[in-house]
């Protein structure tokens, strides 16, 4: 059976702003290591995954990005959403082309801004996936072992019920729980069943597109309008038609949290899915006051802060857990506490009309 992947890579990032901009969002962006985060997704897929088996959504906006950053992929494997409409609808029209391009193959779909630093694990694993996926009418998802009680990540309980699969143990579902407050996230961490949802999924794509139709009637309707069409007429022609009728809706609400035969498999491989500033610290070396610094800084009794510059010297003195970050044309000064309403700044430069700023 053919493995394929689904890349999803129309996000903005808009909790890293200012780096992170419309024209040039954080999965374009050098985060961390030489190459952007799309490039470095690309790299370790195709340590098992054919170049010509990787297919990328986005939007208009960054499909000539694609095409610069990634020149071996080919032009038809990017697949153009023309609005954006949340990760169901996203995967139900990959499924479509995917299915006519590869028949009976497996679909893995990837967000295209996570850091993975352990790369050989990760692979191993997906492959794990995969092998599972053919078994009976499997969705598969990858939960990440928690390793404090994150707040900011939804979370997926599993059961008892395991089977194993190369060495790992993959586990039945029981729920998909939202994003919990600090103390239901202490249980969840003490509890030892709970992981956090990695946004990582592996399914046979015959599978998916039942479940698409048995619960989400009305939008394998239009899949299965557009599925017709394709044979007759341009494909991005009928996407720009038909793909905004689609529902707004994640495929998590929409699939995972209803579907039987959910698995999941516990996994530890150096994740990260750099939502905001403060991942920094996460994924980089600090100094001995617990700062993360790049660019032309000079630091006196400063710590715990993110200090970015772009060129201009940043000189900080008695400050602690701030992120600084200096562009071309933007400095964000900020509370580490508050890195993940950065959204505020982004609404109120709406509201004010400064758009230049996005």
Same mark, same amino acid.
């Given at each position: ?33 030489n190459k952007s985060m ?54 139900? =029209?990959?499924?479509?082309? %995917?299915?006519?391009? /590869? +028949? ?5 779909? #990837?967000? $295209? ?12 694993i997906l492959q794990t ?9 499997? =969705?598969?998802?990858?939960? %990440?072992?928690?390793? /404090? +009680? ?5 979370? #997926?309980? $599993? ?8 060495g790992l143990n993959v ?22 069943? /709970? ?164």
């Open positions: 059976m053919t493995t394929t992947c689904l890349i999803m890579a129309g996000g903005k990032g808009e909790r890293f702003w200012p780096r992170s901009r419309v024209n040039l969002p954080k999965q374009f962006l050098n985060i961390s290591g799309i490039q470095q997704t690309i790299d370790r897929l195709q340590i098992f995954i054919p170049i010509e088996q990787i297919f990328i959504i986005t939007n208009e906006l960054y499909a000539e990005l694609i095409k610069a950053q990634i020149p071996n992929l080919p032009a038809d494997n990017i697949i153009i959403e023309p609005i954006g409409r949340n990760t169901a609808p996203c995967v139900g =029209l990959a499924s479509i082309i %995917i299915e006519e391009k /590869y +028949p009976d193959s497996s679909m893995i779909v #990837i967000p $295209s801004d996570h850091i993975i630093k352990n790369e050989t694990e990760f692979v191993n996936a995969v092998l599972a996926s053919k078994e009976g009418e499997n =969705l598969i998802t990858l939960g %990440i072992t928690p390793t /404090y +009680p994150e707040t900011g990540y939804g979370y #997926i309980e $599993s059961t008892d019920e395991t089977f194993e699969l190369n586990h039945k579902v029981n729920k998909f729980v939202e994003k919990p407050n600090e103390e239901k996230a202490n249980d969840y961490l003490k509890a030892g069943n /709970y992981y956090w949802n990695s946004g990582i999924f592996v399914w046979r794509v015959a599978v998916v597109r039942d479940y698409i139709r048995k619960l989400m009637p009305e939008m394998h309707d239009l899949l299965e309008t557009m599925k017709m069409a394709f044979k007759e007429n341009d494909r991005n022609t009928i996407i720009k038609a038909e793909f905004p009728k689609m529902p707004d809706q994640s495929i998590d609400y929409g699939i995972m949290e209803k579907a039987s035969d959910i698995h999941v498999i516990p996994c530890i491989f150096g994740w990260d899915d750099v939502g905001s500033w403060t991942a920094l610290e996460r994924i980089n070396d600090v100094d001995d006051n617990g700062n993360v610094t790049n660019g032309n800084t000079l630091n006196i009794d400063t710590k715990r802060c993110i200090i970015e510059s772009n060129g201009k010297l940043i000189a900080t003195l008695g400050v602690e857990d701030l992120i600084i970050v200096e562009t071309e044309d933007v400095t964000l000064i900020c509370k580490k506490d508050k890195a993940q309403e950065i959204k505020s700044l982004i609404k109120e430069l709406k509201i004010q009309k400064l758009e230049r700023y996005l």
